[in-house]
């Protein structure tokens, strides 16, 4: 992983330079690594400040993890991203979120999503079968 200080300076420029870019919009630690958690924010601050990224954030981060960036961080971050479904529902940390005024990006996945449309085709398509084997017309 691209997790640590020097790391994720590093990872960050190699970005710049792939997208051919002078800076970057959002900029997240995608996972909260034991022991990297504090020198990979303190990058992040360090990016920040030098105006390389407009904004920086988290993923993946519930709230114990976000109750020990506040023990260091100078910079709140702007946004929490982390899957957020009705099946997954974190209502502890959207509260949590929204006193803060850090703004959660819900990811749900896309599998999920696509096996849910499969189902409905395949039933639909099932039905279908029985009703022109059956007659069935509408």
Same mark, same amino acid.
């Given at each position: ?43 992040? #601050? ?27 961080? #100078? ?14 529902? @974190?209502?502890? @940390?959207?509260?949590?979120? +929204? +006193? ?19 189902? @409905? ?10 009703? +022109? ?6």
């Amino acid at each position: 992983t691209s997790q640590g200080f020097d790391a994720t300076l590093k990872a960050f420029d190699a970005s710049l330079d792939s997208l051919n870019i002078d800076y970057i919009d959002l900029y997240l630690v995608h996972w909260p690594i034991k022991g990297k958690r504090k020198e990979t924010w303190k990058a992040l #601050e360090k990016l920040y400040k030098e105006k390389k990224v407009r904004a920086i954030g988290v993923a993946n981060y519930l709230i114990p993890f976000l109750e020990e960036l506040y023990t260091y961080a #100078e910079t709140q971050p702007a946004v929490n991203q982390v899957e957020f479904s009705p099946y997954l529902y @974190l209502s502890e @940390l959207l509260v949590f979120c +929204q +006193q803060r005024k850090i703004q959660l990006l819900f990811l749900i996945f896309v599998f999920t999503q696509l096996v849910y449309m499969a189902n @409905l085709l395949l039933g639909f398509l099932t039905k279908r079968k029985i009703d +022109q084997t059956h007659s069935v017309n509408f």
